[in-house]
Antibody, heavy 120, light 112 residues
Framework: QITLKESGPTLVKPTQTLTLTCTFS??????????VGWIRQPPGKALEWLAL???????RYSPSLKSRLTITKDTSKNQVVLTMTNMDPVDTATYYC????????????WGQGTLVTVSS | QSVLTQPPSVSGAPGQRVTISCTGS?????????VHWYQQLPGTAPKLLIY???NRPSGVPDRFSGSKSGTSASLAISGLQAEDEADYYC????????????FGGGTKLTVL
Protein backbone atom coordinates (compact mmCIF):
# COMPACT_ATOMS: atom_id res chain seq x y z
CA GLN A 1 0.00 0.00 0.00
CA ILE A 2 1.07 3.60 -0.50
CA THR A 3 2.42 5.44 2.53
CA LEU A 4 4.17 8.77 2.93
CA LYS A 5 5.82 10.35 5.93
CA GLU A 6 7.16 13.84 6.44
CA SER A 7 10.24 14.61 8.51
CA GLY A 8 12.13 17.73 9.44
CA PRO A 9 12.52 20.31 12.18
CA THR A 10 9.59 21.20 14.37
CA LEU A 11 10.96 24.65 15.17
CA VAL A 12 12.80 27.10 12.94
CA LYS A 13 13.82 30.69 13.52
CA PRO A 14 12.68 33.59 11.36
CA THR A 15 14.83 34.06 8.23
CA GLN A 16 16.11 30.48 8.40
CA THR A 17 15.63 27.91 5.65
CA LEU A 18 13.26 25.00 6.23
CA THR A 19 14.11 21.60 4.77
CA LEU A 20 11.45 18.89 4.82
CA THR A 21 11.79 15.34 3.59
CA CYS A 22 8.97 13.12 2.38
CA THR A 23 9.83 9.43 2.49
CA PHE A 24 7.38 7.19 0.69
CA SER A 25 6.72 3.58 -0.14
CA UNK A 26 4.30 1.61 -2.27
CA UNK A 27 4.98 3.48 -5.51
CA UNK A 28 7.85 4.64 -7.67
CA UNK A 29 8.46 8.24 -8.62
CA UNK A 30 9.80 7.00 -11.95
CA UNK A 31 6.37 5.74 -13.00
CA UNK A 32 4.73 7.81 -15.73
CA UNK A 33 2.05 10.16 -14.45
CA UNK A 34 3.05 10.01 -10.82
CA UNK A 35 4.01 12.98 -8.70
CA VAL A 36 4.52 14.06 -5.11
CA GLY A 37 3.14 17.32 -3.84
CA TRP A 38 3.51 19.44 -0.74
CA ILE A 39 0.51 21.10 0.90
CA ARG A 40 0.46 23.09 4.12
CA GLN A 41 -2.21 24.08 6.63
CA PRO A 42 -1.75 26.87 9.18
CA PRO A 43 -3.44 26.13 12.51
CA GLY A 44 -7.21 26.46 12.10
CA LYS A 45 -6.91 27.49 8.47
CA ALA A 46 -7.34 26.03 5.01
CA LEU A 47 -5.10 23.84 2.90
CA GLU A 48 -2.61 25.56 0.60
CA TRP A 49 -0.77 23.82 -2.23
CA LEU A 50 2.96 24.61 -2.31
CA ALA A 51 4.81 22.52 -4.87
CA LEU A 52 4.71 19.36 -6.94
CA UNK A 53 7.32 17.26 -8.68
CA UNK A 54 6.52 14.81 -11.46
CA UNK A 55 8.09 11.50 -12.36
CA UNK A 56 9.96 13.20 -15.23
CA UNK A 57 11.41 15.85 -12.85
CA UNK A 58 9.01 18.55 -14.05
CA UNK A 59 8.47 20.90 -11.12
CA ARG A 60 5.60 23.25 -10.32
CA TYR A 61 5.40 25.87 -7.61
CA SER A 62 2.75 28.03 -6.03
CA PRO A 63 3.01 31.40 -7.81
CA SER A 64 2.89 33.29 -4.51
CA LEU A 65 5.77 31.28 -2.99
CA LYS A 66 7.78 30.33 -6.04
CA SER A 67 10.78 32.49 -5.17
CA ARG A 68 11.19 30.74 -1.82
CA LEU A 69 10.58 27.10 -2.74
CA THR A 70 12.69 24.31 -4.19
CA ILE A 71 11.48 20.73 -4.66
CA THR A 72 13.75 17.84 -5.57
CA LYS A 73 13.51 14.07 -5.69
CA ASP A 74 15.77 11.13 -5.06
CA THR A 75 14.12 8.24 -6.83
CA SER A 76 16.58 5.68 -5.51
CA LYS A 77 15.80 6.66 -1.91
CA ASN A 78 12.06 7.15 -2.48
CA GLN A 79 12.33 10.66 -1.12
CA VAL A 80 11.17 14.14 -2.06
CA VAL A 81 12.69 17.19 -0.41
CA LEU A 82 11.12 20.64 -0.09
CA THR A 83 13.13 23.66 0.94
CA MET A 84 11.57 26.99 1.86
CA THR A 85 13.80 29.98 2.42
CA ASN A 86 13.39 33.05 4.59
CA MET A 87 10.89 31.51 7.00
CA ASP A 88 8.47 33.81 8.79
CA PRO A 89 6.03 33.24 11.67
CA VAL A 90 3.17 33.23 9.14
CA ASP A 91 4.71 30.05 7.69
CA THR A 92 3.84 28.19 10.88
CA ALA A 93 1.75 25.28 9.67
CA THR A 94 1.37 21.55 9.35
CA TYR A 95 3.18 20.51 6.18
CA TYR A 96 1.88 17.48 4.28
CA CYS A 97 3.31 15.56 1.39
CA UNK A 98 0.94 13.63 -0.83
CA UNK A 99 0.96 11.19 -3.73
CA UNK A 100 -0.33 12.80 -6.89
CA UNK A 101 -2.08 10.79 -9.54
CA UNK A 102 -1.75 12.66 -12.80
CA UNK A 103 -4.42 10.61 -14.51
CA UNK A 104 -7.15 11.58 -12.05
CA UNK A 105 -5.32 14.69 -11.00
CA UNK A 106 -5.75 14.65 -7.28
CA UNK A 107 -3.80 13.97 -4.12
CA UNK A 108 -4.98 10.49 -3.29
CA UNK A 109 -2.64 9.51 -0.48
CA TRP A 110 -1.36 11.84 2.24
CA GLY A 111 1.29 11.70 4.90
CA GLN A 112 0.40 12.34 8.51
CA GLY A 113 1.84 15.84 8.36
CA THR A 114 4.49 17.58 10.40
CA LEU A 115 3.92 20.77 12.39
CA VAL A 116 6.56 23.41 11.81
CA THR A 117 6.61 26.42 14.12
CA VAL A 118 8.50 29.55 13.16
CA SER A 119 9.56 31.49 16.21
CA SER A 120 12.62 33.15 17.63
CA GLN B 1 -8.74 34.41 0.30
CA SER B 2 -9.12 31.01 -1.37
CA VAL B 3 -9.53 30.71 -5.13
CA LEU B 4 -12.42 28.30 -4.59
CA THR B 5 -15.23 29.52 -2.34
CA GLN B 6 -16.97 27.27 0.17
CA PRO B 7 -19.40 28.10 2.95
CA PRO B 8 -17.55 28.20 6.28
CA SER B 9 -20.02 25.88 7.95
CA VAL B 10 -23.02 23.65 7.41
CA SER B 11 -24.98 21.52 9.83
CA GLY B 12 -27.60 18.83 9.86
CA ALA B 13 -29.25 16.32 12.09
CA PRO B 14 -28.44 12.61 11.94
CA GLY B 15 -30.13 11.01 8.94
CA GLN B 16 -30.52 14.27 7.07
CA ARG B 17 -28.91 15.30 3.78
CA VAL B 18 -26.56 18.25 3.47
CA THR B 19 -24.76 19.81 0.55
CA ILE B 20 -21.53 21.79 0.42
CA SER B 21 -20.92 24.11 -2.49
CA CYS B 22 -17.63 25.01 -4.13
CA THR B 23 -17.62 28.02 -6.43
CA GLY B 24 -14.78 28.76 -8.80
CA SER B 25 -14.25 30.70 -11.99
CA UNK B 26 -13.50 30.41 -15.68
CA UNK B 27 -9.83 29.63 -15.01
CA UNK B 28 -10.47 26.59 -12.86
CA UNK B 29 -13.79 24.73 -12.52
CA UNK B 30 -15.34 26.65 -15.41
CA UNK B 31 -12.39 25.76 -17.63
CA UNK B 32 -13.31 22.11 -17.33
CA UNK B 33 -10.84 21.03 -14.67
CA UNK B 34 -12.04 18.28 -12.38
CA VAL B 35 -13.08 18.94 -8.80
CA HIS B 36 -11.99 16.67 -5.97
CA TRP B 37 -13.19 16.59 -2.38
CA TYR B 38 -11.30 15.77 0.79
CA GLN B 39 -12.54 14.97 4.28
CA GLN B 40 -10.40 16.01 7.22
CA LEU B 41 -11.39 14.52 10.55
CA PRO B 42 -10.19 16.42 13.62
CA GLY B 43 -6.45 16.11 14.14
CA THR B 44 -5.87 13.99 11.05
CA ALA B 45 -4.59 14.41 7.50
CA PRO B 46 -7.04 15.03 4.66
CA LYS B 47 -8.47 11.98 2.95
CA LEU B 48 -9.62 11.83 -0.65
CA LEU B 49 -13.41 11.52 -0.64
CA ILE B 50 -14.51 12.24 -4.22
CA TYR B 51 -12.34 12.46 -7.32
CA UNK B 52 -13.07 13.50 -10.86
CA UNK B 53 -16.19 15.43 -9.79
CA UNK B 54 -18.31 12.43 -8.87
CA ASN B 55 -16.21 9.30 -8.34
CA ARG B 56 -15.74 7.62 -4.99
CA PRO B 57 -12.49 5.86 -4.09
CA SER B 58 -12.81 2.32 -2.84
CA GLY B 59 -14.12 2.27 0.72
CA VAL B 60 -15.98 5.58 0.63
CA PRO B 61 -19.67 5.02 1.41
CA ASP B 62 -22.17 5.83 -1.32
CA ARG B 63 -23.77 8.32 1.09
CA PHE B 64 -21.17 10.71 -0.34
CA SER B 65 -21.71 12.05 -3.84
CA GLY B 66 -20.33 14.85 -5.96
CA SER B 67 -21.44 16.87 -8.92
CA LYS B 68 -20.19 19.72 -11.07
CA SER B 69 -21.91 22.29 -13.24
CA GLY B 70 -20.48 25.37 -14.86
CA THR B 71 -18.12 27.12 -12.47
CA SER B 72 -19.37 25.28 -9.37
CA ALA B 73 -19.35 21.88 -7.76
CA SER B 74 -21.21 20.31 -4.86
CA LEU B 75 -20.66 17.59 -2.33
CA ALA B 76 -23.76 15.90 -0.96
CA ILE B 77 -23.85 13.76 2.15
CA SER B 78 -27.01 11.80 2.79
CA GLY B 79 -28.00 9.84 5.87
CA LEU B 80 -25.78 12.01 8.06
CA GLN B 81 -23.88 10.20 10.78
CA ALA B 82 -22.02 11.57 13.76
CA GLU B 83 -18.75 10.31 12.29
CA ASP B 84 -19.21 12.61 9.29
CA GLU B 85 -18.46 15.64 11.47
CA ALA B 86 -15.30 17.00 9.86
CA ASP B 87 -13.86 19.68 7.62
CA TYR B 88 -14.43 19.26 3.89
CA TYR B 89 -12.28 20.81 1.16
CA CYS B 90 -12.78 21.04 -2.58
CA UNK B 91 -9.76 21.14 -4.89
CA UNK B 92 -9.20 21.81 -8.56
CA UNK B 93 -6.57 23.11 -10.95
CA UNK B 94 -6.26 26.74 -11.98
CA UNK B 95 -4.72 27.67 -15.31
CA UNK B 96 -3.92 31.28 -14.44
CA UNK B 97 -0.48 32.40 -13.21
CA UNK B 98 1.41 29.46 -14.76
CA UNK B 99 -1.02 26.96 -13.32
CA UNK B 100 -1.51 25.77 -9.78
CA UNK B 101 -3.53 23.39 -7.71
CA UNK B 102 -6.10 25.24 -5.65
CA PHE B 103 -8.19 24.40 -2.61
CA GLY B 104 -11.36 25.85 -1.21
CA GLY B 105 -11.41 27.53 2.16
CA GLY B 106 -12.98 24.49 3.78
CA THR B 107 -16.40 23.80 5.28
CA LYS B 108 -16.95 22.62 8.82
CA LEU B 109 -19.78 20.09 8.98
CA THR B 110 -21.50 19.84 12.33
CA VAL B 111 -23.82 16.93 13.02
CA LEU B 112 -26.41 18.23 15.46
Amino acid sequence: QITLKESGPTLVKPTQTLTLTCTFSGFSLSTSGVGVGWIRQPPGKALEWLALIYWDDDKRYSPSLKSRLTITKDTSKNQVVLTMTNMDPVDTATYYCAHYSGYTPNFDYWGQGTLVTVSS
Amino acid sequence: QSVLTQPPSVSGAPGQRVTISCTGSSSNIGAGYDVHWYQQLPGTAPKLLIYGNSNRPSGVPDRFSGSKSGTSASLAISGLQAEDEADYYCQSYDSSLSGSWVFGGGTKLTVL
